[in-house]
């Protein structure tokens, strides 16, 4: 399920440590959203640098990091403005590991040419093709063993057809693209054999305006008849999931594993399965093993969420959340 990333952190850092950037301490901060938006400094999931090498350049290097007290590069490339608003030329983004995770073009901030991402295991997961901003020409994606999820074709003014697979080889959706984006009738199906449609839904401008949901059985159904919906955590959804994880943390003695005047964050990911249940809870960072088995068992021993939803069918929602352990 491709929502957009959600990771929510115990404390919002927006202070960073002196020197820890490769350009000059006087260069301009700017604080984004997800969508690499201006935002409130107190809001910013990422911040973003932009200098010159030399005040002769004509060109800006550019760098955005995660908005953590010690934050971590996630993209580097060139712009032309000291804002770093029109990125030009090539331009990459990279996992925390340092791996690439996507690389490819810019020109006057529009995506253009061929366009790359890798998994965090370094596997090519999706091939792109861009002009003037929007998909065009073929634009395929792979899951992390290689099969086809997705087949794009798209002319050069990004009119075409799309169609994605399950990894079984069942079709998962059709539909059609208008300047590189979904327009018109998209069918969703099960992911059964024969073809059994679990929506049909009107594109305009890339938004579903209209769907009418189906049964397994082929009958129209109004209960959960809904077209995406993130999992969420029961009560007050966020500040409910905070609350758990704050609660949960007080009850750790991270005395016994860190030193005083210390703190060790451990990064996690889970999956949300279809009836609400917390599974697939593993460890990205691995460091401190006992510490890292108390913070398991606190994603672990989640009570049961409220799955997600997409096309009128209940999903697998993937989350990442980082757990902060701290001594005073």
């Known amino acids: 399920m491709r929502f957009k990333k959600s990771i929510f952190f115990l404390v919002q850092f927006t ?3 002196a020197g820890v950037f490769a350009q000059q301490n006087t260069s301009p901060k700017y604080y984004l959203n997800y969508d690499e938006k201006p935002i409130a400094q107190s809001k ?3 911040l973003m640098v932009a200098y010159k090498n030399s005040p002769k350049d004509t060109i800006w290097q550019r760098e955005l990091y995660y908005n953590r007290l010690k934050p971590v590069l996630i993209a ?3 712009c032309l403005d000291s804002a770093g608003l029109l990125k030009q030329g090539k331009y990459s983004y990279q996992h925390e590991s340092g791996k690439l995770a996507k690389q490819g073009f810019f020109s006057n901030n529009l995506k253009t040419g061929e366009w790359k991402e890798w ?11 861009y002009s003037n901003g929007h998909l065009a020409g073929q634009c395929i994606s792979w899951n992390g063993d290689g099969i086809v999820t997705d087949s794009v074709w798209l002319d050069k003014e990004g009119i075409g057809k799309g169609i994605g697979f399950y990894t079984d080889g069942i079709i998962k959706s ?11 009738e998209w069918i969703f199906y099960y992911d059964v054999a024969g073809n059994k449609k679990s929506m049909i839904a009107n594109f305009s401008k890339d938004e579903a305006k209209t769907f009418t949901c189906f049964t397994i059985n082929g009958e129209v159904q109004t209960q959960d008849c809904i077209f995406e919906r993130e999992a969420s955590f029961p009560g007050e959804g966020q500040s409910a999931w905070v609350a758990y994880l704050v ?3 007080e009850n750790v003695k991270s005395e ?10 451990v990064m996690l990911k889970f999956i949300i399965d279809v009836d609400g249940s917390v599974t697939g809870v593993e460890v990205e960072n691995p460091a401190i093993e006992k510490l890292e088995a108390k913070a398991r068992d ?8 409220i799955p997600a939803i997409q096309y009128g069918q209940k999903v697998n929602a993937y989350r990442r959340q980082p757990l902060t352990f701290a001594v005073d």
Do not use: C, D, M
């Open 15 to 17: 202070f960073f440590i």
């Open 174 to 184: 059709t539909g059609n693209y208008r300047a590189g984006i979904k327009e018109g």
């Open 76 to 78: 580097k490339g060139l």
């Open 44 to 46: 910013a999931i990422y």
């Open 298 to 305: 606190i994603i672990k021993k989640s009570p049961k969420w």
């Open 247 to 249: 609660k949960s943390l």
């Open 256 to 265: 016994k594993y860190l030193a005083s005047g210390t703190s060790h964050v």
């Open 119 to 129: 998994s965090a295991a370094g596997k090519l997961i999706r091939q792109e093709n």
